[in-house]
């Protein structure tokens, strides 16, 4: 299970999103977590399913990263599928027993909310999948470059998000070892009531508290070695500009972003 958590990852590639600026993905993103929020019906989330799927064949990602980024959340889904199925009862009425009661209307929500949490998981990843740790705190840290006007450290915030975002993968490595390690010493993590097996964790997580403290502790001293003291000064080997393909995608994206708006109204 934990190494199907894809979160954090960056994977190298040629597609038109790697070669996109990372501002404008990050722009593009909230954009499309919106246009999911905007959809008001199933017709219209349809337009952000269609959004999802062209944007990861252009994106060139494995369709295997899809179902690694779904499982761990899909405990999520099913929860939120049962409750919107059962204690939504308006509608016609398609099984019914005790204080249980499924309807129209629970049916259609449960499959609305569903498609929803998937479409905003398996979306959001692509930010990471396509964008490099460097060129992520590049681009977070010149759109909010106008807060330093009322004295923010957006340099340290954005260095902060980006090397945070980036231990995700280190840290789920390091507790995949520290349960094998475990496993091979006898422990048994998979057996035994939920108390036990929430005690059977405590040898887990004592040794990744002090493994992540280490791994912090190493990488300030690795900084202030390189003389690291903030973005003043800082000039960059890599200039952030905007392309034709930044251009296209924007243009793209509000074409999809008026194609929900349409179909809701259409449909509303």
């Given at each position: 299970m934990l190494k199907d958590i894809t979160i954090g990852q960056f994977f190298p590639g040629t597609s038109p999103l790697h070669r996109m600026?990372?501002?404008?993905?990050l722009l593009l993103t909230i954009a499309f977590i919106v246009m999911l929020f905007l959809a008001g019906n199933i017709y219209s989330l349809c337009v952000g399913v269609?959004?999802?799927?062209?944007?990861?064949?252009i994106s060139e990602i494995p369709v295997k990263m899809i179902l690694k980024s779904l499982k761990p959340i899909l405990p999520i889904i099913i929860i939120t599928s049962i409750l919107n199925l059962f204690f939504i009862r308006t509608g016609d009425v398609y099984w019914e027993w005790k204080f249980l009661k499924i309807t129209s209307e629970g049916v259609n929500t449960a499959v609305f909310m569903t498609v929803r949490i998937i479409c905003l998981i398996i979306g959001s990843s692509l930010l990471t999948y396509t964008t490099s740790p460097i060129d992520l705190t590049d681009g977070?840290?010149?759109?909010?470059?106008?807060?330093?006007?009322?004295?923010?450290?957006?340099?340290?915030?954005?260095m902060m998000m980006t090397i945070a975002l980036r231990f995700i993968p280190t840290l789920i490595e390091?507790?995949?070892?520290?349960?094998?390690?475990?496993?091979?010493?006898?422990?048994?993590?998979?057996t035994g009531s939920i108390f036990k097996r929430a005690k059977a964790?405590?040898?887990?997580?004592?040794?990744?508290f002090v493994s992540s403290f280490r791994r912090a502790e190493e990488l300030a001293l690795a900084m202030e070695?390189?003389?690291?003291?903030?973005?003043?000064?800082?000039t960059r080997m890599k200039q952030l500009r905007f392309h034709l393909v930044?251009?296209?995608?924007?243009?793209?994206?509000a074409a999809f972003i008026a194609g929900v708006a349409v179909v809701n109204r259409l449909a509303g």
């Open positions: 600026d990372s501002r404008a993905k269609a959004f999802t799927f062209l944007s990861y064949v977070l840290e010149r759109l909010l470059s106008p807060l330093k006007k009322i004295k923010v450290p957006v340099h340290e915030l954005a390091e507790t995949d070892k520290i349960m094998a390690a475990q496993k091979a010493r006898g422990a048994d993590m998979e964790l405590v040898p887990i997580l004592i040794p990744l070695c390189r003389c690291y003291h903030g973005g003043e000064g800082r930044d251009l296209v995608a924007t243009l793209v994206v």
